[in-house]
Structures are given as structure tokens and as C-alpha cells.
T-cell receptor, first 108, second 115 residues
Framework: AQRVTQPEKLLSVFKGAPVELKCNYS??????LFWYVQYSRQRLQLLLRHISRESIKGFTADLNKGETSFHLKKPFAQEEDSAMYYC??????????FGAGTTVTVRA | DAGITQSPRHKVTETGTPVTLRCHQTENHRYMYWYRQDPGHGLRLIHY???????DKGEVSDGYSVSRSKTEDFLLTLESATSSQTSVYFCAIKSGSGGPSYEQYFGPGTRLTVT
């Protein structure tokens, strides 16, 4: 069975500091991994996906199959990055499994 | 927002009553999903649909049923609501042909309270 683990429930950083959200997964197949973000009072939306290897809003994430990780990073956090972040794994049957989420607070 | 709406947006109901939540989409997407969001659990898949009348269970399907009689509507029914089903429910669609390069788009959510 697949599993997505986000070890940090809460993460607080100062504006301009680097931020890293951890995500580890277990899945016997070939995983497709995503980061979704939910800003206050907004819908859940895709932040980035590993298959496209793009950078969105300054965030990047690298899939490390050896460590089964897909950590999300940003070198300089901004106040507008305060949100709930979910790591998700898509199985071969297009079902998504989500981690428990990490709430990020960026302080001025 | 990929044309996804949910109704109702908020509902308070009593234990033992049936409840139906509706997800409506306007862009003819094949794949539709129902999730529940709970603190400490993230989002968990309840049921999903890969076409009209084609549905399958997710990881937390007990106590829930779904129906999809037309492409645009995916209904989630709690046959007899319990307090453990108090949650925020999200509908989602998968764009494109459904492959991994296509993201899921989420509805605005329905906050359900079972008293």
C-alpha cells in the first residue's frame, strides 16, 4: 500500500529565510508526486509536480528515489507563502494519496 | 476553478439522517473524486468515478455511497450520518485524459457538521 508522510505539522520561518517541507513516500510502483497548496479561504491547488520539473513561485522539489523523498524547498520565504501544504502521490490508477499536511507560517 | 461547484457549502445535520452532497462540473471531465479533509489526516479519498455509472471505492468509503448518472454531476451520500463524518468534503476532477501529467482541480469544499 502507498503511504505519504509529512513529518512536520507546523513550520514557522522568518521572511527571507529558507524553507524546506519534508515529504517521504512508500509505494511499490513508479510514483507520480505532487505538492498541493491551500491558502486561507481558497481552494486546494497544484503547486508543482515532479514530472514537469518546474519551479513555481520560487518553490522546487526534487524526487529522490533512493531516499523515497520529495522535499519542497524555497530559498527565501515570503509572507504570502503562509499556507497549508500537502504532498501527494498518484498511483497507476489515478488515485491520489495525501500526506497529513504542513502548515507554514512566514513571519515578518 | 475548472468549473467545479459544490452544494451545499455548509450543512448541519443530525445523527442518523441521510445527507447528499453534490459536485457539479461544466467541462466534461471524465474523472471525478470525493475526499474528506480532517486535521492530522490530510485529504483522504472516499470514492472516485472514471465515467458515467463507473465508480470505485477509496480508502475511507465505509458509510458513503456515490452515484454518477451524468458526466457533470457526482453525488456523495451519507446514508445515515454519524458524528465521525463531521468533516470538510472536497470534490475534484482530473483534467485531460487522466494521465499523471494532468492535475486534479478541487472544488471549494462543503463543511458538514453532524450533531
Amino acid at each position: 500500500a502507498q503511504r505519504v508522510t509529512q513529518p512536520e505539522k507546523l513550520l514557522s520561518v522568518f521572511k527571507g529565510a529558507p524553507v524546506e517541507l519534508k515529504c517521504n513516500y512508500s509505494y511499490s510502483g513508479s510514483p507520480e508526486l505532487f505538492w498541493y497548496v491551500q491558502y486561507s479561504r481558497q481552494r486546494l491547488q497544484l503547486l508543482l509536480r515532479h514530472i514537469s520539473r518546474e519551479s513555481i513561485k520560487g518553490f522546487t522539489a526534487d524526487l529522490n528515489k533512493g531516499e523515497t523523498s520529495f522535499h519542497l524547498k524555497k530559498p527565501f520565504a515570503q509572507e504570502e507563502d503562509s499556507a497549508m501544504y500537502y504532498c501527494a502521490l498518484e498511483r497507476n490508477d489515478y488515485k491520489l494519496s495525501f500526506g497529513a499536511g504542513t502548515t507554514v507560517t512566514v513571519r515578518a | 476553478d475548472a468549473g467545479i461547484t459544490q452544494s451545499p457549502r455548509h450543512k448541519v445535520t443530525e445523527t442518523g439522517t441521510p445527507v447528499t452532497l453534490r459536485c457539479h462540473q461544466t467541462e466534461n471531465h471524465r474523472y471525478m473524486y470525493w475526499y474528506r479533509q480532517d486535521p492530522g489526516h490530510g485529504l483522504r479519498l472516499i470514492h472516485y468515478s472514471y465515467g458515467v455509472k463507473d465508480t470505485d471505492k477509496g480508502e475511507v468509503s465505509d458509510g458513503y455511497s456515490v452515484s454518477r448518472s451524468k458526466t457533470e454531476d457526482f453525488l456523495l451520500t451519507l446514508e445515515s450520518a454519524t458524528s465521525s463524518q463531521t468533516s470538510v468534503y472536497f470534490c475534484a476532477i482530473k483534467s485531460g485524459s487522466g494521465g499523471p501529467s494532468y492535475e486534479q482541480y478541487f472544488g471549494p469544499g462543503t463543511r458538514l457538521t453532524v450533531t
